[in-house]
C-alpha cells in the first residue's frame, strides 16, 4: 500500500514567481499555512495576497493559525535554539485548537496534495517539520526548494 505524501516549503530568499513555480511544478493542490502570524515583510506573503497569488495558480490556501510556533518558540528558533523550539512545539500541539486543526490538516493532506507553509528555507529548522512528525507522521515527505 502506498503511504500519502505531505510536501513542505518556507519561502524564505524566494520570489512569489519561483514559490509558486515550485508548487505548480510539484503537482500542489493545497497550501496549508502553519504560521502563527500570516503576515510578512516579502511582497506577497501575507495572507491576503497569498492566498490570491495562490488562487491566480489555481492552488487553493488556508490557515491553520493553531498549528503556528507560538512567540517564545519563534525566539527560540531565531536563536538557533531547536530543543527549546522542539519543547515550546511539543507544548502548543496539546492545546485543544491544535488538535482540533492537526486532525483537520490529516484531513485535508488525505484528499488533496498539500504543502505545509512556513518562512524558513531550511525544514530542518522549522516546526513544520515537527508538526509533520506529530501530525502526519503516516505520510512520506517531501521538501520543496523553491
Given amino acids: 500500500m502506498t503511504m500519502p505524501t ?8 524566494t ?4 514559490f509558486i513555480a515550485a508548487l505548480s511544478e510539484a ?10 502570524i500570516a ?9 491576503t ?6 488562487a491566480e495558480a ?12 507560538p512567540a517564545a518558540g519563534r525566539e527560540a528558533a531565531r536563536a538557533g535554539k531547536l530543543a527549546d523550539l522542539k519543547r515550546i512545539y511539543a507544548g502548543q500541539m496539546e492545546l485543544p ?22 518562512y524558513e528555507r531550511d525544514p530542518s529548522c522549522c516546526h513544520r517539520t515537527l508538526l509533520r512528525k506529530a501530525v502526519l507522521a503516516e505520510f512520506d515527505c517531501v521538501d520543496i526548494l523553491p
Fill in 97 to 118: 485548537e491544535a488538535m482540533a486543526q492537526g486532525a483537520a490538516l490529516a484531513d485535508l493532506a488525505a484528499k488533496d496534495r498539500t504543502a505545509l507553509l512556513c
Fill in 39 to 47: 503576515a510578512s515583510r516579502r511582497p506577497g506573503f501575507s495572507k
Fill in 6 to 13: 505531505i510536501w513542505t516549503i518556507g519561502y524564505e530568499q
Fill in 58 to 69: 489555481g492552488i487553493s490556501y488556508t490557515h491553520f493559525r493553531a498549528l503556528g510556533t
Fill in 15 to 18: 520570489k512569489m514567481a519561483d
Fill in 27 to 36: 503537482g500542489v493542490q493545497t497550501v496549508a499555512d502553519v504560521r502563527a
Fill in 49 to 54: 495576497a497569498l492566498a490570491a497569488n495562490l
